[in-house]
């Protein structure tokens, strides 16, 4: 086996590299001496939790500031984080938790409203986490009492993630009721302000919240971020602060892009064989990353553009009069008003061209589409 991997190196260029390449990854696990440029891949996921923030002391000690009357048993502050996405927000937001958690045992949780988007499924899923969540009550004024019982006057953090993708309705009551909870504190996350002026009176002046924009980073910022994660994640002759440099340069001030775009990069340049990372890796693995940006497209358009793209994406080459009877029936089952046609049309045309979905003739008499969203 370990022959094999020799073989390929040297006859980089033929077939039979080709041919094996998909397996070099895990050759490569096997040879005692040489393990590779990738030493631990999961420091690069999307899931890996850092332990040390770069470059935002600022916004970790105003966001302390603003929680710190936790420690007397008090109501925090509530915060406002806003900006980009790949700017921190998340991270931060999660740190912060975690570490008041940890060193002083205040509990919270985290939603992800892009998974959570109604109050009553907000309710469900922080009871759920207090494992408290097995009443059957349907109704959310019942679930928010059980919180209410639940938490009483102790200090409780929640943290409400890409709150923006709320509609707007519900978010208002989602966050006038939650921020009305004894000794409760928000962390509210978006993209723009614009949530913010676009909360009504009686809310806002309910909240209060104190705001922090995440502006993107710089490349020395994505410089320190990334030197963190090669460090523990690749073999150091891979990379070197010039590679790292290139890498932040491209990424346009989003650590998501920076650390996916050398996670690609390095895989790129282990399955040529490569001893280290290479400017043309690191232009491949950020072409690689258009699948990220998508998703931050579809996050800026309405409930009704993701509506129809999950519909779309169950429904590989669904035709446009099938597509507009699932959009009215999903519509009816979400107990939303559906848009008019016009706007139905300005939609998909908008989502056409961000290349979030694609039209193709289908074979059919007149003009009728086959929809399928973009690999
Ligand atoms: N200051 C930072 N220090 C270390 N890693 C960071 C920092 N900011 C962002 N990251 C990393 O970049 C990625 C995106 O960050 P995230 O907080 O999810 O951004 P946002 O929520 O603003 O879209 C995550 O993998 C995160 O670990
Ligand atoms: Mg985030």
Redesign the pocket.
């Known amino acids: 086996m370990f022959l094999f991997v020799d073989i390929i190196r040297k006859d980089r260029k033929s077939h039979v590299y080709g041919f094996l390449s998909p397996y070099i990854l895990s050759l490569n696990m096997y040879k005692q001496n040489d393990p590779g440029l990738i030493l631990d891949d999961a420091i690069l996921s999307?899931t890996?939790?850092?332990h040390?923030?770069?470059?935002?002391n600022t916004h970790v000690n105003e966001l302390s500031t603003c929680l710190a009357p936790v420690f007397s048993g008090r109501k925090p502050r509530s915060v406002w984080l806003y900006?980009?996405?790949?700017?921190?927000?998340?991270?931060?937001a999660s740190h912060m938790l975690r570490e008041l958690n940890r060193e002083k045992g205040i509990p919270g949780v985290y939603v992800n409203c892009w998974k959570h988007n109604t109050f009553y499924a907000v309710l469900e899923y922080i009871l759920g986490e207090l494992r408290r969540g097995f009443g059957d009550a349907r109704d959310k004024r019942v679930k928010l009492v059980q919180f209410e019982r639940l938490v009483k006057d102790r200090p409780f953090i929640i943290i409400l993630?890409e709150i923006d993708v709320v509609p707007l309705k519900e978010r208002n009551t989602m966050i006038y009721n939650l921020s009305n909870v004894g000794n409760v504190g928000l962390i509210l996350?978006s993209e723009s302000r614009y949530p913010i002026l676009a909360l009504e009176d009686r809310v806002r002046s309910r909240l209060n919240p104190y705001t922090l924009e995440?502006r993107p980073?710089t490349v020395d910022?994505l410089v320190e971020?990334l030197t963190?994660?090669a460090a523990g994640a690749l073999h150091p002759r891979a990379w070197d602060k010039r590679t790292l440099e290139l890498v932040a340069e491209i990424a346009g001030g989003?650590?998501?892009v920076?650390?996916q775009t050398l996670r690609n990069a390095a895989s790129y340049a282990q399955s040529e064989g490569c001893e280290r990372i290479m400017p043309e890796h690191i232009e491949k693995g950020y072409n690689d990353t258009g699948g990220l940006r998508r998703t931050y497209e579809l996050k800026r358009l309405t409930e009704h553009h993701r509506l129809l793209y999950s519909i779309i994406e169950e429904n590989p080459g669904i035709s446009s009069p099938e597509l507009y009877q699932a959009y009215l029936q999903r519509c009816e089952a979400n107990n939303w008003k559906p848009v008019a046609s016009r706007t139905y049309s300005l939609y998909m045309k908008r989502m056409t061209e961000l290349k979030l979905v694609k039209a193709e003739r289908a074979r059919v008499k007149g003009r009728v589409h086959a929809f399928r969203v973009w690999e």
């Open positions: 999307e890996h939790i850092p040390i923030i770069s470059a935002r900006g980009c996405p790949g700017t921190g927000k998340t991270t931060i993630d996350i995440f980073y910022e971020i963190q994660r989003d650590a998501r920076a650390i």
